[in-house]
């Protein structure tokens, strides 16, 4: 969720009626907030959370590439907006740092993971390192996200939250990442 998307997307939940579409599909809508060091993020989540309170699920996302020169995520650790995200049973994950040069390659070809093969082998390696570690960090948030739970991870598997009712096969390491990558809520 885009910080600037709060208003426009509060509108269309509200004109499709997509609480009661999602329940009636037997689903339930998760809203994923990439944070940074700043208020405009956590502001963007508490307006939502407002709006739409246990309606929803929430995956507050930290960008470790807001972690370098020795800053970090103290506002959302302190803030009023976290604990009210924690009684909601929201999950934080902590995303690594994709290389800012591979970034750029993706960005300015328009690649998605899916693509990565099409990126010089250097990048490729640095995408797939990112995705291998990305992926632990997805699947403590699995049971929003609708991916598979982790087979060591027993408590997913007991939480009736779901966002997707589809089953998906359990993905490999290296191959499933973009997949991961690209799953969303439903």
Not at 22 to 48: E, H, P, Q, W
């Amino acid at each position: 969720m885009p910080g600037a998307s709060g208003k426009a997307t509060r509108e269309q939940l509200q004109k499709f009626g997509a609480f009661d579409l999602a329940k009636d599909l037997g689903y339930r809508i998760t809203f994923d907030t990439v944070l940074n060091n700043c208020y405009n993020t956590i502001n963007s989540l508490r307006i939502m959370m407002e709006f739409c309170g246990t309606q929803a699920d929430y995956v507050a996302v930290k960008s470790l590439m807001w972690t370098q020169e020795g800053l970090n995520f103290s506002r959302w650790e302190k803030s009023e907006e976290r604990k009210r995200f924690l009684e909601l049973n929201g999950i934080e994950i902590d995303m690594p740092i994709l290389d800012l040069s591979t970034f750029d390659v993706m960005h300015e070809e328009a690649l998605s993971f899916f693509e990565k093969d099409q990126l010089p082998f250097g990048d490729r390696i640095l995408v797939n390192s990112f995705l291998n570690l990305s992926l632990p960090e997805l699947q403590k948030a699995a049971q929003y996200l609708g991916l598979p739970a982790s087979p060591a991870d027993t408590t997913a598997a007991k939480t009736p939250k779901s966002t997707s009712k589809k089953k998906t096969p359990e993905p490999k390491v290296e191959e499933s990442a973009p997949e991961v990558a690209a799953s969303g809520t439903k």
